[in-house]
């Protein structure tokens, strides 16, 4: 089926209605819903609008008879009172450094932990590096660098240079702690190669976080999951007599060695635990000739809840991220319900809402792992995490390159609105390991994530992401909207009707999960 086929018969921008787009952002994100954490009173009136959303669309239910798939999960919050002792050094937690956990434990406890510095955390055996060669870390608090040494040197034969790799993320370097048997990693935070300034850091980590349960109570996760500012970085070097600039400098060279600090490590956090269920939302539409073959459209409900900023209680409404997607998959779900009520589409089609993506993918994860349908026979996912709310554009942007053949339906979608396709201009923040898609991704599943945050709003990034400013606003143009979701519609009509199963390009983790399964 050609674009213009497709064009012709979905109309997704003719269908399009903006009002009923601008109802449910404006909804979503309004005070009475909360901020919308997951575990709070904002979740409830979250996942009975979607339901209700989808119930009435004639959508059939996508978690057997229901359209919450449950997500046993847990909230912890650590008292904010504590203080990390480094040696004779104390440093003040939200404004030098953040610690958490996500043990199932009432208490976490360091007490004269030794100290060392490994680098950057990364044990990459392809890429021949491995900070953590000849070291024994079992019952230490390790200090690690942010983002890799790509980055930090720029050569596109290091890692991938300014393009983060997934070794970059600060998840993997707290699981690759864990691994290790380390008793707590902070990672030192700089804005650039962090991609987001201290603010971000502070208001994701000293609040609320959730996470999955496991048979263990997570006994096998990291103790202490902490980040530091720069300057403390700096003092505990210099107390240790060593030069941070210097050490950092040497850690993005091969056949860096980890470093003693000779200093010992004190902190306690004393935690509120709250176990209980958080929901995905699935609403299923049957193909009509391969029903057992899906394609997904999802957009993260979740948001931060409420939290305190400047000083007082704010409500992090989150209209763009991600109010506006879940509004892009209800308007679509709709248009595509109503077009297979005149043409049936060939594959079945799975719109999904997943839990807790802001503090860690975890709806996604534990879909991933306890997919409705197995991830074999999952086509393609695409993920909307914030729109372009603002005027239209001549681009879209593509996160990754050389990653999957999902670029190239990229490509020909966007040449048929005469857009370009423009490479990530801040590829170095590693939005490809940031957002839902990359956990099915982990499973074999190849996506496309279509985000457009501070590439259309240059104010967006530093005032309002991740902050009690990300409001709805009658006065958006919702231009960029209507072009996306022309594109994003129209690629969705086409998986849904075709043979293809985009395969991936690159040599990855991704693709041998996908062989695996045959496809």
């Keep these: 089926m050609s674009v213009p086929q497709v064009w012709a018969e979905i109309g997704v921008k003719q269908q399009l209605d903006l009002g009923?787009?601008?109802?449910?952002?404006?909804?979503l994100a309004s005070d009475e819903f909360g901020g919308r954490a997951p575990l709070s009173g904002g979740e409830k009136l979250t996942l009975d609008y979607?339901?209700?959303?989808?119930?009435?669309?004639?959508?059939?239910?996508?978690?057997?008879?229901?359209?919450?798939?449950?997500?046993?999960?847990?909230?912890?919050?650590?008292?904010?009172?504590?203080q990390l002792q480094i040696g004779d050094l104390s440093f003040t937690n939200g404004s030098d450094f953040t610690a958490r956990t996500e043990r199932i434990s009432d208490t976490v406890t360091l007490e004269d932990s030794d100290l060392v510095f490994a680098g950057y955390g990364i044990n990459a055996p392809e890429y021949g590096w491995n900070d953590y060669r000849?070291?024994?870390?079992?019952?230490?608090?390790?200090?690690?660098?942010?983002?890799?040494?790509?980055?930090?040197?720029?050569?596109?034969?290091?890692f991938k240079g300014n393009a983060l790799t997934y070794y970059g993320r600060w998840t993997y370097k707290y699981e690759e702690a864990a691994r290790q048997g380390a008793a707590a990693v902070f990672i030192v935070h700089e804005t650039a190669p962090a991609a987001y300034g201290w603010g971000v850091v502070r208001n994701g980590n000293t609040n609320v976080k959730f996470t999955l349960v496991d048979d263990k109570q997570n006994r096998d996760r990291l103790g202490v999951m902490g980040w530091l500012q720069h300057e403390a970085a700096q003092k505990i070097f210099a107390r240790a007599g060593l030069d941070f600039e210097a050490l950092k400098s040497r850690a993005a060279k091969p056949g860096f060695a980890p470093v003693a600090l000779q200093q010992k490590v004190k902190l306690q956090l004393r935690n509120h635990i709250e176990?209980?269920?958080?929901?995905?939302?699935?609403?299923?539409?049957?193909?009509?000739e391969r029903p057992d073959e899906v394609v997904m459209l999802q957009a993260h409900w979740d948001h931060l809840g409420m939290a305190t900023e400047a000083g007082k209680t704010q409500v992090f409404n989150g209209a763009v991220d991600n109010?506006?997607?879940?509004?892009?998959?209800?308007?679509?779900?709709?248009?595509?319900?109503?077009?297979?009520?005149?043409?049936?589409?060939?594959?079945?089609?799975?719109?999904?809402?997943?839990?807790?993506?802001?503090?860690?993918?975890?709806?996604a994860q534990y879909f991933a792992a306890h997919p409705v349908v197995p991830t074999k026979n999952i086509v393609a996912f695409l993920n909307i995490d914030g729109m372009n709310v603002n005027a239209g554009v001549d681009y879209i942007l593509q996160y990754g390159q050389g990653v999957s053949e999902m670029e190239d339906y990229l490509q020909r979608f966007a040449s048929a609105q005469r857009r370009s396709v423009k490479a990530d201009p801040k590829a170095q923040n590693g939005l490809m390991f940031r957002s839902d898609h990359f956990a099915l991704a982990q499973q074999g599943?190849?996506?496309?994530?279509?985000?457009?945050?501070?590439?259309?709003?240059?104010?967006?990034?530093?005032?309002?992401?991740?902050?009690?400013a990300d409001d709805y606003d009658p006065d958006w143009s919702l231009k960029?909207?209507?072009?996306?979701?022309?594109?994003?519609g129209n690629m969705l009509a086409e998986l849904a009707n075709n043979r293809a199963w985009p395969k991936w390009l690159e040599a990855s983790d991704f693709k041998k999960r996908r062989a695996l399964d045959g496809r």
């Design 445 to 468: 599943v190849p996506g496309l994530l279509f985000m457009s945050l501070g590439d259309t709003d240059p104010d967006y990034i530093a005032h309002k992401y991740h902050k009690g």
């Design 275 to 288: 176990q209980a269920q958080s929901y995905n939302v699935l609403a299923l539409l049957p193909g009509s």
């Design 134 to 158: 000849g070291l024994d870390v079992k019952g230490k608090t390790v200090i690690v660098l942010v983002n890799d040494p790509g980055f930090a040197t720029q050569d596109p034969q290091v």
């Design 323 to 363: 109010a506006s997607g879940v509004a892009g998959v209800l308007e679509l779900a709709r248009i595509f319900k109503q077009a297979a009520d005149r043409t049936p589409f060939k594959r079945s089609i799975l719109f999904s809402s997943f839990t807790a993506e802001e503090t860690g993918l975890i709806g």
């Design 480 to 488: 960029g909207v209507e072009q996306d979701l022309d594109l994003i």
């Design 20 to 27: 009923r787009y601008r109802q449910h952002v404006s909804t």
């Design 50 to 82: 979607l339901s209700q959303a989808f119930k009435a669309m004639g959508l059939q239910p996508g978690f057997g008879d229901s359209y919450l798939q449950p997500v046993p999960m847990a909230s912890i919050r650590a008292e904010q009172q504590m």
